[in-house]
């Protein structure tokens, strides 16, 4: 059984930067293609980064040059590296390996 869970979430002020955790148990992570999404009240829930297993990475419009996603095989762990931080960046934050599974999601609120 494949479980994530993801940490770092918190409360910080515009221009502050966050890092935010997803350890994955379970299943082959080095194979898997990771992603953070996240998802504000009232709004759909958005891609934000995605790392493949080769290393490609890509980024939603609204973060790009502002976060970094990377992961750490020897440690079953992805991250998302958050700067710069936005009162438009507040929302829970999930991570998913292959788009099949999802960890509980972390709350992550800028605010001033």
């Known amino acids: 059984q494949v479980q994530l869970v993801e940490s770092g979430g918190g409360l910080v002020q515009p221009g502050e930067s966050l890092r935010l955790s997803c350890a994955v148990s379970?299943?082959?992570?080095?194979?898997?293609?990771m992603a953070w999404y996240r998802q504000a009240p009232g709004k759909q829930r958005e891609q934000v980064a995605t790392?493949?297993?080769?290393?490609?990475?890509y980024y939603a419009e609204s973060v790009k040059g502002r976060f970094t996603i990377s992961r750490d095989n020897s440690q079953n762990t992805v991250y998302l590296h958050m700067n710069s931080l936005k009162p438009e960046d507040t929302a829970v934050y999930f991570c998913?390996?292959?788009?099949?599974?999802w960890g509980q999601g972390t709350q992550v609120t800028v605010s001033s």
């Open positions: 998913t390996a292959n788009g099949q599974y």
């Open positions: 379970g299943g082959t992570f080095s194979a898997y293609v």
């Open positions: 790392l493949t297993a080769g290393g490609n990475s």
